[in-house]
Each structure stands twice: as structure tokens, then as C-alpha cells.
């Protein structure tokens, strides 16, 4: 059988860092059932030889990490360091003998220690699930994983080092947070931010703004959108689900709020701009048959075009936005005096007079603290909690309950959730459909529409072109495992070049990404049966089917039904977009493998219910005096997923109502 050399989840990290990297042998997982325990002794070859890793919730989380050969477990480590001192924090070594002595993961329940040691448990189990090959389902344990929903005891006014007080304080410094502390600079109110990175290492992540209507785009002949159309077509693809004044903000203000974060930026770096999806092509498509639409209005930077790699998707390079984002921090210390940055200064706990939210508590990089007291309120703009498990199994239980043994989160730039953390010790609701960015695209393949696919059975199962990557993968994710194959024909140069707008889509107005993607066709001609890279080409479907490991009969019934709805122009089976109907006619034909693993995600993107001026809404639906939230930390904005019309709209987002808020508070 065919094997692909690299994962999905394996190619968006590699695209993540500027380079490829390979397929990991662990998997992180965050609990896992008895009735799956592993067996009281392992058999003679039983395992795959490797080191897998686990986590389950105990009091805090706990992390076992287990190497196997084939025939017995050589090594453990166990980490319950975030576990109660003296109780559970010292029971590794204890575990890590049981294990290596039993050869088993049944260890002995420790009196006063249950919560350690059932996670220690479930985590040992899981690994030596993996290394036996099996699935592990994964249960999550409201109880356990809601822990961090549970204020910690208020630092006493002793601790504190020194006051500052100010008119508005903003917890991070991302895109949202410094474009609400440069629209207070501008405006002459006194702001402090904070932000947990030093000045020296501190850089926002992404590579690409979404926007309608600026002045940088009409530069380049983009045209105009309507934001009334705009806020619609949102609406459909968030199933409402989104608040429509926030969004109705952001189309109407998305222009003028980039254009202003551009204004400081240097020349040479605006002259690296790039277009994506622009200029037209004659083939481009912005409205599908469903009614869903789609928008040039990317602006992107790169600090490389093509790393050479042989990833024929999105140009991956180094991430250049932190290049514009300092700009604008030397342009707010230069010119707004009123308002500063804190730097190696993270908030920790806010500060509250009765219901109202006064202040916020910061732990500077000695570890002292300080309290800064705000009177027109306090920013929530920490980002989300991708680089927190116990948060992620809490508020994305549905992706959690989707995981297998070899699947487990993976956030590169996560953020550690504190932010929401502390809004909700302070009485906030969060919205109840948080989204992550990527999540579901990592397992659609190509991200190109035209194609057919087929699953590990050779079998056509969903609307190849019903929307964007993270639509599109909505419902793979949910119900395929196992090896996902686009087929083509010879006509594939004419399907590469047919696309729509759309985070993680393929640039087919990008010269160098078609030129890589064709040297993928171009490179399984030559390659025989091995393939190269997971492409595979041959002069007949039966011989097709045999290089990528499926019945020869399933996958030539499945093509040549395919290839009826073609001719007929309407997919009677899925309602695919007939642009997009390309029949499997004509050899050769190719097949690109891919490996979907679920689990990466660039960010999270949901917070707090908010009202349409950003203001936190306590659980009863009441606004939070003081209390306000933007970028990732606010709520409302993607419904249950991350949508994307127009490539890049998260960073556009955070951008225009990080402004927005920034002149509502100087309006007070």
C-alpha cells in the first residue's frame, strides 16, 4: 500500500515554521477510558518500538511519556510536577517503578492522591494504546478540566510593589491590543499595556491581512465590496451564529483601520506587499452554487516567496507582520506619550470594587507585582488558549470527542489563556461555539476544489468545492480516518488554476505555486510505483488504484460514476459547483495520498459574549462595568467555525475593532 510521507497537520506546521518537518511518533492525548486499559502483560512483538506520549487531568495536568520496543516497556517518564506539593507531586518515581516492574499500566491507587494517580492511570494507558496501534477515544471530564474556571485567593495588597494609576488598561499586545493603545495615543487618553514578552522578543504572529475596501487595495485595482452583502454572506457562513454588529463594524471600518496600521510602516517594507488571488484570472470564481462568496482583499508578506521545499500550497516563508507591527510600536513611543507599554509584565488578576472592574494585577519579570488602577475600564486582548490543554479540553469538548490514539492539539502559537482566565473569575460568559484557525483544514487535501476525492476504500464521499478549506473540512473531520486521495487527469493544469479566494487555499494566481504544483505531476511521471512525495501517476485508473492501495474495482465503479455527473453537469450525489466538475477521463491520471491528523491549530478564535462596543457581558447577560474585550479574547465574531471569505480576516478583524474599541473608550 501506497504510504504518504507526510501528514496534513505535519505540512500547516512545517508551513507554520518556514520549513518541512516530519511526522511526529507521539500523540497527546487528554484522557482515556478503563474499560480501555492495557493488558496485564504485553505479548512478544505487541508493540510498535517508539517514545508516545499522553496527558490526562489530574488536579493540574499530568504528562506520562512511555519508549517501547517490540516486546516490553524500557522507559518512563512521568511529570506531575503541576500536582499538589507533598501529595501528588511526588509520586513519579513511585509510578515509573510500578510500570517498568509490572510491564503493564495497572498501578496502585495512592490514599489521599485518587485525582493523580487515576490521571497517571488514563495517561499510561493511552500510551501503551498508541503503541499497540489502537484507537483511544477520549472522554472528557467536566469536572477536571473546568479547574481552571476557579479563581485563586486575591494577591494581598502587601505584595504589591507599586500603583499606577491611568485611565485605561489592556492586557496584551497583539494586533487588537496595539491598535487600541495607538487610537488612545492618538486620542491623548493615558493607557499602560502589558505584555508578557520582552520588547526584544516580542512579535505578532501571521503573514496576511484581510480587509475590504482600503486605499492599498484600490492601489492595486481590487474593487470595492458592499459591506451589506459582506455582512450577509458572513452571517450565512458563521449560521448566524456571529454578532452582526461587530462584523457589520469590521466591514464598514476594515479600510480605513488598515490603511491606518500601514501608515507608519516603512517603504521598503509596504513595497514587499503581495496580492493574493490577484489579478483576476479568467477562470477565478467568487460565488458558488450554494450562494457562499468569496473576496480578494489580501494583503500579504513573506519574507520568502518559495522555500523549495516541494509544499505546492501557500507560499510558506518567515513570518514578516511583527516587521509592521514594530513600526507601529516605534510610532507610538515616538508620538503618543500619554499611553506605554510594559513589557516582561503579565496581568494575573483583575481588580474589582464591587461589580465594577477597577484594575488589573501584573507580575513583572522578578516576579513582583504591581496593580494598575484603570478608571474608564480594563482591555481584555491576551489572545485565546491554544497553549493551554486543560482549557482547550474544556471549551472544545467536541473536537476532543473526535481525537484518536495518534491526535492531540497542537497550537504553535498559542496563547496560555490567561486572559480569559481572568475575565472569567470576574463573572464573563464566554460564547458557547469556540472556533480555532486551521483546525478543520488540515485535513482537506490540496485545498484545491477541481479534483475528486476518495477515502481509504476508494469511494467519493462529500462536495469536493462546498466551500473554503475550513468549511470544506467540517465534515472529513468528523467522519474519515485514514488515507484521503485527490485524482486528476491530464487536464490538471486547467483544475489547478480554477479556484476561489480562501484561508489555506491554493494562489493559483501565484506564478511560483502553480510552477511547484505542477513539478508534483511533472515528478510522478517519472517515479514509477514508489511515487514521489505522496504523487502517484499512471496510464490507467486499475493501475492507479494499485500504487495507492484500494480495490481496482471500487475505485474504477467510483470514477466512472463520477465521470457521469460530469457529462451530466449537476453532482446528483453532493451538489458540487459544476464549474467545478472535471472529468477523470483522460490519461495519465495521478493521485496525490494525504495522511489527514487532526489536531493543529494556529489560534483559537472564540471569547467572550460581548456588547457591540466590547464590553463583557457577565453570565446573566448584563454588562461588566469596566470590563471590556477585543482580538481573540472576544467572543462572536466566527461562530463554530473559523470562516473565511476573504484570506487573513482574523488578523483584519483584531486590527479594525481593536481601533474601534480603542475610540469608543477615548469617546467616554
Known amino acids: 500500500m501506497a504510504k504518504k510521507t ?11 515554521a518556514g520549513a518541512v518537518v516530519g511526522a511526529a511518533a507521539t500523540g497527546l492525548l487528554t484522557g482515556f477510558g478503563s474499560d480501555q486499559a492495557a493488558s496485564a502483560s504485553a505479548a512478544a512483538g505487541a508493540y510498535k518500538p517508539g517514545t508516545y506520549s499522553a496527558t490526562a487531568q489530574g488536579i493540574n495536568t499530568v504528562t506520562v511519556t512511555m519508549t517501547v520496543d517490540a516486546d516490553k516497556i524500557t522507559d518512563v517518564v512521568i511529570d506531575v510536577s503541576g500536582e499538589t506539593e507533598g501529595i501528588g507531586a511526588g509520586l ?97 487618553v493615558n493607557a ?88 483576476e484570472t479568467e477562470s477565478a470564481i467568487h460565488q458558488l452554487n450554494n450562494g ?39 510610532y507610538i513611543e515616538a508620538n503618543c506619550p500619554s499611553v506605554s507599554v510594559r513589557f516582561s509584565t503579565k496581568g494575573v488578576q483583575l481588580v474589582k470594587d464591587g461589580d465594577r472592574v ?23 486582548a491576551g489572545g485565546g488558549f491554544g497553549g493551554n490543554q486543560e482549557m482547550l479540553a474544556d471549551l472544545l469538548p467536541g473536537v476532543h470527542r473526535m481525537f484518536t490514539g495518534e491526535e492531540g492539539f497542537s497550537a504553535p502559537f498559542g496563547r496560555d489563556g490567561s486572559a480569559i482566565q481572568m475575565g472569567v473569575w470576574a463573572g464573563g460568559r464566554l460564547e458557547p461555539d469556540i472556533s480555532s484557525m486551521n483546525f478543520d483544514s488540515a485535513v482537506v487535501p490540496d485545498y484545491i476544489p477541481g479534483p475528486l476525492w476518495v477515502d481509504k476504500n476508494g469511494q ?19 467522519t474519515k480516518r485514514g488515507n484521503i486521495t485527490s485524482i486528476y487527469d491530464s487536464t490538471y493544469p486547467s483544475q489547478i488554476r480554477r479556484g476561489f479566494p480562501g484561508h489555506q487555499a491554493f494562489d493559483y494566481t501565484n506564478a511560483e505555486t502553480v510552477a511547484a504544483m505542477e513539478a ?22 486499475e493501475e492507479l488504484a494499485g500504487m495507492i492501495g484500494v480495490d481496482a474495482g471500487v475505485l474504477t465503479e467510483t470514477v466512472e460514476h463520477y465521470n457521469e455527473l460530469c457529462a451530466a453537469g449537476v453532482d446528483t450525489d453532493f451538489g458540487k459547483d459544476p464549474r467545478f466538475l472535471n472529468p477523470v477521463a483522460e490519461g495519465p491520471f495521478f493521485a496525490h495520498v494525504t495522511t489527514p491528523s487532526l489536531g493543529f491549530a494556529l489560534v483559537t478564535t472564540g471569547g467572550f459574549v460581548t456588547t457591540n462596543d466590547q464590553q463583557v457581558l457577565g453570565e446573566d447577560y448584563e454588562p461588566i462595568p469596566g470590563l471590556y474585550a477585543t482580538g481573540n479574547t472576544c467572543g462572536m465574531r466566527f461562530g463554530p467555525a473559523y470562516v473565511t471569505p476573504i484570506p487573513g480576516v482574523s488578523i483584519g478583524i483584531c486590527l479594525t475593532l481593536g481601533r474601534e474599541l480603542g475610540n469608543y473608550l477615548a469617546s467616554l
Not at 507526510?6 to 507554520?16: H, M, V
Not at 473576496?295 to 516587521?323: R, V
Not at 467519493?460 to 468528523?478: I, Y
Request: net charge negative; with cysteine; proline share 4%.
Open 6 to 16: 507526510i501528514s496534513r497537520r505535519d505540512f500547516l506546521c512545517g508551513a507554520a
Open 92 to 188: 513519579g518515581d513511585q509510578f515509573t517503578a510500578q510500570i517498568l516492574d509490572r510491564q503493564n499500566a495497572e498501578l496502585d491507587s495512592v490514599s489521599g492522591a485518587t485525582v493523580t494517580s487515576n490521571a497517571v492511570q488514563q495517561a499510561a494507558q493511552a500510551c501503551l494504546a498508541q503503541a499497540k496501534g489502537e484507537s483511544v477515544l477520549i472522554p472528557v471530564d467536566d469536572a477536571a478540566s473546568s479547574s481552571w474556571r476557579t479563581a485563586p485567593d486575591p494577591i494581598p495588597d502587601s505584595e504589591i510593589a507599586e500603583i499606577i494609576e491611568t485611565e485605561v488598561a489592556i492586557v496584551g499586545f497583539g494586533y487588537a491590543g496595539l491598535s487600541t493603545l495607538r487610537a488612545l495615543g492618538e486620542a491623548g
Open 192 to 279: 499602560v499595556a502589558l505584555e508578557s514578552m520582552s520588547r526584544d522578543s516580542w512579535w505578532t504572529v501571521g503573514h496576511d491581512i484581510g480587509h475590504i475596501n482600503s486605499k492599498i487595495l484600490a492601489s492595486k485595482g481590487i474593487p470595492q465590496v458592499d459591506p451589506v452583502e459582506f455582512v450577509n454572506n458572513w452571517m450565512l457562513q458563521t449560521h448566524n451564529k456571529a454578532n452582526p454588529a461587530l462584523i457589520m463594524k469590521f466591514a464598514q471600518h476594515s479600510g480605513d483601520a488598515v490603511d491606518w496600521y500601514l501608515s507608519p510602516v516603512k517603504q521598503e517594507t509596504l513595497d514587499k506587499v503581495r496580492t493574493p488571488y490577484w489579478p
Open 292 to 330: 457562499l462568496r468569496y473576496y480578494p482583499g489580501e494583503i500579504q508578506w513573506w519574507e520568502a516567496s518559495w522555500n523549495g521545499e516541494g509544499m505546492a500550497n501557500n507560499t510558506p516563508g518567515q513570518l514578516e507582520l511583527k516587521d509592521l507591527s514594530r513600526d507601529n510600536l516605534d
Open 358 to 380: 477597577i484594575g488589573v494585577i501584573a507580575q513583572q519579570e522578578d516576579g513582583s507585582y504591581i496593580k494598575i488602577l484603570a478608571d474608564r475600564g480594563v482591555v481584555l
Open 460 to 478: 467519493r464521499f462529500q462536495n469536493e468545492a462546498f466551500a473554503g478549506p475550513e468549511l470544506n473540512g467540517f465534515f472529513m473531520a468528523r
Open 520 to 541: 508534483n505531476f511533472e515528478a510522478a511521471r517519472t517515479a514509477g510505483a514508489a511515487g514521489a512525495n505522496g504523487w502517484y501517476c499512471a496510464d490507467s485508473i
